[in-house]
């Protein structure tokens, strides 16, 4: 529709055809409206009955609502309609009727279920606090990328069909490939890794990965989207640094330039951004913490992963993004570097927030010999990982990164209860569709 004006757009004065659903019909017997609805706002349009065409008013008050319809009329000034102007109507036209029974009610007055919700994802995403998650979400991700580029990173796509998986054969999803069986990649590690030795050296990607969970929770999805970064000549404290700066501007993103949907979530108010330092914690300092707070049964001990209640506890102890550093090495991947100094001690961390990680990254073991002598040891065979570790012995340099899980951010950055929130069609045991 060239000749289309936003509603947000119409201005007293003019003739305009604006074009969306229908929001709403209140009819006060001698005077109707009709609050039409689109991308940028609604508009009221007003049908005075004893003046206008009958089968205008009939059609424009007939018609069911979240129908697709276009309206041309005169634009006028009405201190009292919801945007302080109104429409006069000379005409309507219904594009595209909608059936009477909805599923869910897109004005929000009858509340529906997240699973019913997830159903009907177009018609859920018509309520404007829905359509508020997504669009701060592509402010994130705007965000994310242009602080990746002022880092200098490159942005890389990896592939998502794999012949191994990285973390442990349990949750990786099998698909049959030309009769032969691979997977889909549980994490883009290997291949981020193999570019830190290219002419590239500092990649992120943004991008999906499928977990085989086995369980349904609050914060785990099957096909989550990760933020990762990696970077040459890079250590641990460099990595941390530039997850602070990355996670940081997508908070400023959205502080920026989502005042609107801030507001329509209610959160306008408290929304704040991190001051761009997090807290760096050592693992031995968290358990202390949490055992300092009492909020466990049993104490927890040097080389203990900590519990979900445990992290729980320290996130409201600490009450901001914090790090866990200097893990034991034994409850991190074998592909994280060790301390030179404490071969027990690994480079790995945690970025968290008060609620729940968001980041796990560290230095990589970039050494052909102890790389090959780790997958030995976590049972994986070198061989199926030959087109990764042999690049080791063409120069590989140091490097470390990390993978930051997108919907985790706007999940804790907009306080929603549940990690399907975040996501237009969830993936989770049960659902597989739409
Ligand atoms: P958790 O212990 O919370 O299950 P993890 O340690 O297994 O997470 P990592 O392999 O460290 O996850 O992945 C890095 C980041 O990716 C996590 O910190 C998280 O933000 C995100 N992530 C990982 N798995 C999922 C998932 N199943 N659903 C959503 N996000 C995920
Ligand atoms: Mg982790």
Known sequence: MDDRTYTADAEPGETVTVAGWVHEIRDLGGIAFLILRDQSGKIQVKFEKDEMDDDLVETGLGVHRESVVAVTGDVEEEPRAPTGVEITPDSLDVVAEADPELPLDPSGKVDADLSTRLDNRTLDLRKDE???????????????????????????????????????????????????????????????????GSGLERVFEIGPIFRAEEHNTPRHLNEATSIDFESAFYDHTEAMDACETVVTAAYEGVAENCAEQLETLDLADEFEAPDGEFPRLTYEEAIERINATGELDEQLVWGDDLPTEGEHALGQDVGEHYFITDWPSEIKPFYIKDHDDDEQLSTGFDMMHPTMELVSGGQREHRYDHLVEGFEQQGLDPEQFDYYTKMFKYGMPPHAGWGLGGERLVMTMLGLGNIREAVLFPRDRQRLSP
Do not use: C, H, W
């Open 130 to 196: 829905v359509k508020a998650i997504f669009e701060i979400r592509a402010e994130v991700l705007r965000s994310v990328r242009e602080a990746f580029r002022n880092l200098d990173a490159t942005e890389i796509n990896t592939p998502k069909i794999v012949a191994t998986g990285t973390e442990g054969g349990t949750e990786l999803f099998p698909i049959t490939y030309f009769g032969r069986e691979a997977f889909m990649n549980q994490s883009p590690q290997l291949f981020k890794q193999l570019m830190v």
